[in-house]
């Protein structure tokens, strides 16, 4: 029940530390921590089989069962009306109640974290706290095998993939369901993850009206607008649509601008002017008409074919799996690190720094400000030795004179 933040900070500071990845065995409980509203109970230990019980049980009432999409991790709130037998030789007092614990989903997510830094493998405590059944989950997800719809799927390895890497973290629990489409909220997620964007301070947060606190990916569409990678669906930037379907134009224009500008950082360029558009349903006029010519051209889109003709589909949805093909494209177009996956560019890097360490910006101006006094300092003194040596000069040739 810990939060896969937290998980994953932990693993990246024994990597950091030089703690080699295949000696690292990440645990795995199979159990849940609840809390008392009188603070009576503070992270009493719930196995998941009472766990279980305790959701189904009918003398339990005021049920609220959400999944944090933040912690990645199923809480259940309920209220005990009189003593109610958690175990065996346990009871609990009447009162309300929060118990947080693991689920398939939230297995999924932390398993995920073993193949994303490559982890030697997993352990659990206990193999007698829960059911058989969620072996059935935990056995394939632990060897790649994340979902049973991916079977035999054209993009089973790239979504498999995908998912390890924590780009796919808004997946429903037991399909992933490869051709529906995406939403603008789930690319923003998946940005996110790809780039390892953290959330940023609130003062920083744009006002949306369609996307409040509280919506799973609020943090994560806050993050890539921040940083310029999505914006607002209208010119007043007040709505987001994070409902509304993401095409394969907007992909393209998102990561055309930013390969753009890494290409410029690193002195790597392609000339456009000489794109050729062999695409007949991809109007010279289509606003992303360039963007989706340079993915092409960088070998990181594709076209269709039907009827013998070439297809680009500007405006047609990208499918989860489309998705997740293209993330893993553009993986070597930017910089790992073990912390997660960070673009190379200036923009995004300085945006951060100002968020982040703003003490940084003040110094490079102090830099940029000394640099001239010191300058006009040296030049102060090079006329000051230059006027020296000419008096110098004189005197001696008054004293030549004088001998004379």
């Not at 607008?225 to 649509?241: E, I, K, L, N, Q």
């Not at 489309?322 to 995004?348: K, T």
Request: aromatic share 12%; hydrophobic share 40%; with cysteine.
């Amino acid at each position: 029940m810990a939060s896969i933040s937290y998980v994953e900070r932990c693993i990246t500071d024994l990597l950091n530390r030089g703690a080699p990845a295949e000696k690292i065995v990440l645990g795995i409980p199979l159990y849940g921590r609840m809390w008392s509203a009188d603070g009576s109970q503070r992270g009493l230990g719930v196995e998941l089989i009472q766990a279980h019980q305790a959701i189904a049980s009918p003398l339990l009432i005021d049920k609220v069962h959400r999944y944090d999409e933040t912690a990645q991790c199923p809480v259940y709130s309920f209220t005990a009306p009189s003593v109610y037998p958690l175990y065996s030789w346990r009871d609990i007092p009447a009162g309300r109640y929060t118990l947080y614990y693991e689920n398939e989903r939230s297995l999924k997510q932390k398993i995920s974290l073993m193949h994303k830094y490559e982890l030697q493998g997993l352990g659990f405590w206990s193999v007698g706290q829960t059911d058989a059944n969620i072996w059935n989950v935990i056995v394939p997800y632990s060897q790649g095998r994340f979902y049973q719809d991916l079977k035999g799927h054209w993009a089973e390895s790239e979504i498999n993939y995908a998912i390890s890497s924590g780009w796919c973290r808004w997946v429903t629990e037991y399909d992933f369901l490869p051709e529906r489409e995406v939403y603008r909220d789930q690319v923003a997620s998946s940005l996110a993850g790809f780039f390892g964007l953290s959330v940023i301070d609130a003062a920083y947060a744009w006002p949306f009206a369609d996307i409040l606190p509280g919506h799973w990916a609020y943090e994560n569409v806050q993050s890539v607008v921040y940083h310029g990678m999505m914006g607002g669906m209208d010119v007043a930037r007040t709505r987001f649509g994070p409902a509304e379907q993401f095409t394969r134009a907007q992909f393209a224009s998102i990561f055309d601008r930013l390969l753009t500008l890494a290409e410029d950082e690193i002195e790597r360029s392609i000339a456009w002017e000489d794109l050729e558009n062999p695409f007949v349903d991809l109007d010279e006029e289509h606003w992303a008409l360039i963007p989706l010519l340079r993915m092409v051209e960088r070998g990181l889109l594709g076209g269709y074919r039907e009827n013998g003709e070439q297809l680009m589909k500007p405006d047609a949805p990208i499918a989860r799996s489309e998705l997740a093909v293209m993330l893993q494209r553009m993986q070597p177009w930017f910089a790992i690190d073990v912390e997660g996956w960070r673009v190379c560019l200036p923009g995004v890097e300085e945006a951060e720094r100002d968020l982040q360490e703003p003490e940084e910006e003040h110094s490079d101006l102090e830099e940029e400000m000394q640099q001239p006094m010191e300058e006009q300092q040296e030049a102060v003194q090079t006329e000051e030795l230059e006027e020296g040596l000419q008096e110098l000069e004189e005197e001696v040739l008054e004293i030549v004179e004088s001998g004379e």
